[in-house]
Nanobody, 125 residues
Framework: QLQLVESGGGLVQPGGSLKLSCTTS????????IGWFRQVPGKEREGISC????????EIATSVQGRFTTWRHNPWNTVFLHMDRLEPNDTAIYYC??????????????????WGQGTQVTVSS
């Protein structure tokens, strides 16, 4: 399994931006689709974005379309989630996860076998 580590979370005011990173320590990510998910305690985990191993295909959840984007830099073994115009209901723990294949789809949660520990994002004034 891949050891994924998220970073970049924090406290931001409504309307602000954050960029989250998902990386590994020495393991290659370029054979795996990577998804971003978020979860609020007591609620179901929500799929946010998914990007193929090549970076040529991506999926963004309807709830964040137009505000969130994802891309990857495979030489750095890093996948990014840029979040713009953040709202209080974006507050959650954000996780990245690696799919078992080069493609991924947010609807196929069972395909994500490796998960990071999560990074807290809090949107509040």
């Amino acid at each position: 399994q891949l050891q994924l580590v998220e970073s970049g979370g924090g406290l931001v005011q409504p309307g602000g931006s954050l960029k989250l990173s998902c990386t590994t320590s020495g393991q290659a990510l370029d054979n795996n689709g990577i998804g971003w998910f978020r979860q609020v305690p007591g609620k179901e985990r929500e799929g946010i974005s998914c990007i193929s191993a090549s970076g040529l295909a991506s999926e963004i959840a309807t709830s964040v379309q137009g505000r969130f984007t994802t891309w990857r830099h495979n030489p750095w073994n890093t996948v990014f989630l840029h979040m713009d115009r953040l709202e209080p209901n974006d507050t959650a723990i954000y996780y990245c996860a690696a799919a078992t294949s080069r493609m991924c789809a947010l609807s196929l949660l069972s395909d994500f076998a490796s998960w990071g520990q999560g990074t807290q994002v809090t949107v509040s004034s």
